[in-house]
Structures are given as structure tokens and as C-alpha cells.
């Protein structure tokens, strides 16, 4: 099938198509690296947005009793969503996040939602870029939401903020009075923090939870570009399908503000050159790794080695030879 054929397909929703489409961008193959690229291109449309909600949680959290309940509310609405996850092989031992088929069964077996499964065992840098290229394709094909997913590890969420317009921190109740060892970086990413499982006898260790995070977020910092009280934190229950329809209330209030005051689109532009630079920085990494640049490296790094250069003239001297000088 030839890019125009396949990117008409995909702007008409068709499903397989974007499946193999995504399977495309995931393939390492010069070939296929090209066929990949003139498709996005031919794809791409400013005018065909996506929400993006990138979704971060610790396992055993709820992230996909979350995503399946929240995307069933969304899909009752007549939205269409479709599920990307982003795992680092770090992250798990080799499994997928989403590759255990009983995840998300009611949510896949949706007509309006597309789940798609995460390969296993890429790089960061290249799950970046395949998740990205995979959202591109999911909002050609005309996806109302997308939801991106991440296990808590740390790297991994600044790739998903990157690449979401509204970023999800899923966390549990606490046991005690202290806030769980969430990190700064990844406090200051949340737009809105969802403490999961307020039901039962969980309930009321929700609330507190829900309570301390407000007043940490409150003390954290207040970004212009957000309406007063954000970010938030609230409580939801995946399992009791509470708290949901406040949690999109809430998102859907912060995109139509950013969406007001300009930050959207400012956003979305600083994302793009965010990933154009994050590209070339790859490629020239990946040019380093391939001969006779690889060679080169290895002889003047023997050399450092052996105390014959300092590494900053031998840096030097290889940009040199590069005929990128510093
Ligand atoms: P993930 O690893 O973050 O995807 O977490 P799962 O969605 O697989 O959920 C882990 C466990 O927590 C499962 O046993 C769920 O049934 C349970 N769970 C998820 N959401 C809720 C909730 O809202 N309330 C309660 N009580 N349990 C929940």
C-alpha cells in the first residue's frame, strides 16, 4: 500500500491501518524508517488535535483500573480514545505494560477505543520516539483523547510530559501522615494529582492523602498559565467509578483556559522544537556510534586513556575533524 493510501485509510479511523502504522514507526528498519517518516508527513494536520493526558503511577496503583473506568465514561460520551503506554525496559523485567490481555478488557473491546500495546525492551530515547510518532498517527486517525501511560520511574514521566497536554499522577492512599517519597520533579510535572482507591475502609486515608498533597502543591509553585486552585489533587475511585466525571470536569476547565490564554498552542510549539533538537541530538549520537566516527572515537579515547591528550583537546580535535569546531 502506497503513504497516500495508508494515510487516507488512517484519517478515516481505519483501525488496522493504524495498527500496522504504529507497528511501522516502531520498526527499526532503514526502510521502513522511510516509508514512516512520508507517512507522518503526509499526516500531518495542525487542525486534527488530540487532548494528550499522560498518566503516571507506581504498579499496583490503579493506572489501569483508572484508564479502562475513565476511558468507559469517555466513550459513553461518544468520544474516541485511544490508550499508548511508554515503558522503558527498565521498568519491567522484559513484560509489557500493557501486554497482559486482561488489562483494560471492557476498555478494548470498546468500538471508539484503541489500545495499543507496549513493545518491550527499547531504549528511552526510542520509546520517545515511537510513543510520539504513535500519538501523531492516533490524532490523524481522529482520536478524541489520548491517554499515554507510564510506570513511576522517573525518567520515563518527563518523556510523557513532553509529550501530553495535561500530565496525570495517579497515587495511593498513605498509610500514615507522610507524603509517599513522590518526587519534586514529578510533583511539579502533575497538572492534577488523583489519589486512587477513595472507597471502603480506604476511604478516609484518600482524604488525608488528598488533603496533605493540596497543601504540598499549593506551597510547590502556581504557573501563571493556570486558573486559580491548580494544580489540584482529588480523590477518585477506578474500582467504584467515583470521582471521574469531577476529574474530567477538572481537566477539560484547565484545557479550555489554556486554550483561552494561548498557553495550548505555545506549548504544543515549544514541544515540537523540544523534539526536532531531541531528534537531532539522536541522530548526531547515532552517527557517533556508526564508522569512521566510531573508530576515531576509540583511537583518540586510547590516547586520552594512555594520557597522551587531554580529553578537552582530544574533544576538540575530533569536533575538528568532524568539521564541527567548538
Ligand atoms: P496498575 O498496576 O497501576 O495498572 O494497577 P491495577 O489497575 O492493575 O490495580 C491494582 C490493584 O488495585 C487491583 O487489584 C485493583 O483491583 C485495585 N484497584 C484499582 N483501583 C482501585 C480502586 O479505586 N479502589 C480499590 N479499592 N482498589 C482498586
Keep these: ?40 508527513d503526509a499526516l500531518r494536520d495542525p487542525d486534527r488535535q488530540a487532548l494528550r493526558i499522560g498518566l503516571s503511577g507506581t504498579p499496583g496503583v490503579g493506572k489501569s483500573t483508572f484508564i479502562e473506568a475513565f476511558g468507559l465514561m469517555l466513550t459513553a460520551q461518544g468520544l474516541k480514545v485511544a490508550v499508548l503506554a511508554v515503558d522503558p525496559s527498565s521498568a519491567r523485567s522484559g513484560g509489557s505494560i500493557l501486554g497482559d490481555k486482561t488489562r483494560m478488557e471492557r476498555l478494548s473491546r470498546e468500538p471508539l477505543a484503541f489500545i495499543r500495546p507496549s513493545p518491550s525492551q527499547t531504549q528511552l530515547g526510542g ?35 513532553e509529550l501530553s497536554d495535561l500530565f496525570l499522577l495517579l497515587l495511593a492512599p498513605a498509610g500514615g501522615d507522610e507524603l509517599q517519597g513522590v518526587k519534586r520533579g514529578i510533583m511539579e510535572m502533575a497538572d492534577l494529582i488523583l489519589v486512587n482507591k477513595a472507597d471502603g ?13 493540596a497543601g504540598a502543591l499549593q506551597l510547590l509553585r502556581r504557573r501563571p498559565q ?40 505555545r506549548t504544543r510549539a515549544t514541544q515540537a522544537k523540544h523534539w526536532f533538537e531531541e531528534e ?12 569512521p566516527q566510531k573508530g576515531l572515537m576509540a583511537r583518540f579515547g586510547a590516547r586520552v586513556a594512555e594520557g597522551e591528550m587531554t580529553p578537552e583537546a582530544a574533544a576538540a580535535e575530533m569536533l575538528r575533524l568532524l568539521g564541527r569546531p567548538a
Excluded at 486515608?205 to 496533605?212: E, N, P, W
Design 201 to 213: 475502609d480506604l476511604k478516609p486515608a484518600a482524604l488525608r492523602t488528598v488533603a496533605d498533597y
Design 280 to 291: 537531532l541530538r539522536q541522530g548526531l549520537l547515532a552517527a557517533l556510534a556508526k564508522e
Design 127 to 161: 520509546v520517545a520516539r515511537r510513543t510520539r510518532e504513535a500519538v501523531a498517527l492516533c490524532e490523524a486517525a481522529g482520536f478524541d483523547v489520548v491517554l499515554i501511560e507510564t510506570v513511576g520511574v522517573g525518567q520515563s514521566e518527563t518523556v510523557v510530559a
Design 1 to 40: 500500500m502506497d503513504t497516500e493510501d495508508r494515510a487516507r485509510l488512517i484519517r478515516a479511523g481505519d483501525r488496522r491501518t493504524l495498527a500496522r502504522a504504529i507497528t511501522l514507526v516502531e520498526s527499526a528498519r532503514s526502510d521502513h524508517r522511510a516509508e514512516a517518516l512520508a507517512l507522518l
Design 226 to 265: 493556570d486558573p486559580p486552585g491548580f494544580p489540584k489533587a482529588l480523590p477518585v475511585s477506578a474500582l467504584a467509578q467515583d470521582g471521574l466525571a469531577r476529574a474530567w470536569e477538572e481537566m477539560q476547565l484547565l484545557v479550555n483556559w489554556r486554550k483561552a490564554n494561548g498557553h495550548w498552542a
